[in-house]
């Protein structure tokens, strides 16, 4: 079945494009306002997109009424946040930041979620993440009713029970992550996986000319 996005509402396009690009990591943002608010949530608008320079990005809807929500209303005020990864052991913690608390509402400590201070930025980072990014705001864009920001990576934190500082090897199967599914509440585990070897045209040409004689 063929959808022509010009002719569906929004919500009828997030629907379906949320319950088809899956399964999406999530971005568990801390940020702090001016003010020196704390807050705290999750965004599976996100990935990795440049290594040099090393950038990530964040999509974030804005509230009904046009305006922004904390989270980038605090990264647009101040530059920086921080993305932290979520294990499923942090799953519910989560869950909670998704709450609707006005901008003096610190989930963080409302929760009682553990946090250590990062290490060039502002923004504190969870204490339990398995990883934690430190981000400069690289460059925002307005996009209608999203703000997208480019961040550029100061600093990655990564839980020494996972890595390898000599190889750079990480365990990334231990961390336990979670990820965003389709449709409101589902996530998924990433404890099922598979292994291929990426082909060279060197190896087809010489199995094509195998087969040719």
């Not at 020196?36 to 090393?54: C, L, R």
């Not at 904390?70 to 921080?82: K, M």
């Not at 990334?172 to 589902?186: D, F, K, N, Q, S």
Request: hydrophobic residues 45%; glycine residues 6%.
């Amino acid at each position: 079945m063929e959808f022509d996005f010009s002719k569906l509402a929004t919500p009828d396009r997030y629907k379906l494009l949320s319950a088809s690009v899956t399964p999406r990591p999530i971005a568990w943002v801390t940020t702090i306002s001016g003010a020196g608010i704390g807050n705290a949530a999750p965004y599976s608008f996100f990935n990795m997109i440049s290594a040099d320079p090393t950038l990530v990005v964040l999509g974030m809807m804005r509230k009904a009424d046009g305006t922004h929500k904390d989270s980038a209303a605090n990264i647009l005020e101040t530059g920086e946040f921080v993305v932290n990864l979520v294990s499923e052991a942090d799953s519910a913690a989560m869950n909670f930041t998704c709450i609707d608390g006005p901008p003096e509402f610190d989930e963080l400590a409302a929760a009682g979620i553990a946090t250590v201070p990062s290490s060039v930025v502002g923004a504190p980072r969870i204490a339990s993440a398995p990883v934690s990014i430190e981000c400069r705001l690289y460059q925002p864009i307005e996009v209608a009713k999203t703000t997208i920001a480019l961040g550029e990576v100061l600093r990655l934190h990564i839980n020494d029970a996972f890595v390898d500082p000599e190889r750079l090897h990480v365990d990334t199967p231990a961390m336990e992550l979670v990820g965003r599914m389709h449709g409101a509440g589902w996530y998924t585990r990433t404890t099922d996986m598979f292994q291929m070897t990426r082909p060279t045209y060197e190896q087809w040409l010489g199995k094509a000319e195998v087969e040719a004689d």
